[in-house]
């Protein structure tokens, strides 16, 4: 399947009103080569019953939604496809309530749970690394707001970002909250985020100092003229992070959920530049079917709530 998605809403609507179309269309994004037997690894004899895949060899039998994010749910597909829609064509995505209002879904609840379900989904597993020149730094979520305020993290959560040089501009981004700013966390980001060989350019921060594998170029001025930051892109990337997390969610972010919304975040800027809004459906789609399941129970731990962070 070639990069099918609908354009507008009017084909979403007229092409996945029922249940079997969402089924096909996610088969198809699932197994673009067609079924394998997940246990068998024999493709070549197999029938489907009541949108199950049954396999003629060892008669292991399985949905397509089976190990993805829809797994086990009660709310239909077609509903999901909305979903999916709404979070991809809204430039700014969509909070929980905005989300259970235009779906007209029955509670709060579900709508949060879909929602942070489709946020994994919108990290591609073995994504690439950032490369090239690339600056670093972090960020604090919560207390008054974010901002880079001293390395002190108490009841605040801290982020790190990394933005890639793209001549004056942005290229892609990565973020993820990190426990603290020591070494370990600083260099643990940076290998899973930026290929080795990259120009890594953070402050004068000492955890960065001893990083292996990578030129580091370390940014250290005394005086800097108003407005001016020594690492622009990344201060341009936490300033947007934070009006997005304040605007579309009103800063009601608990810490234990940041990483969701920062992939959320990460999806959409790195595909800031796509021109068709379903292209984003397809990708999100498509990446829905590949991450594992994420139950319920997984995405409620208890919520301390970030003083100041909500409303
Ligand atoms: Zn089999």
Redesign the pocket.
Known sequence: MDEDFPRTVLELERRFSREEACIEYLAALRWPGGWV?P????ADAWSIRRNRWL?E????EMSVTAGTIFQDTHVPLTIWFRAMWQITSQKNGISALGLQRVLGLGSYKTAWAMLHKLRRAMVRPGRDRLDGVVEVDEAFWGGEEIGVVGRQTEDKALIIIAAEEDGKGIGRIRMHTIPDASSISLHGFIREAIEPGSTVRSDGWRGYLGLDGYVHDRQVQSHQEDGEHLLPRVHRVISLLKRWLLGTHQGAIGQEHLDDYLNEFTFRFNRRRSKSRGKLFYRLAQQAVQVGPAPFATLVKPQPVVPGGVK
């Open positions: 037997c246990r068998c690894k024999m396999c060899h060892c008669r292991y």
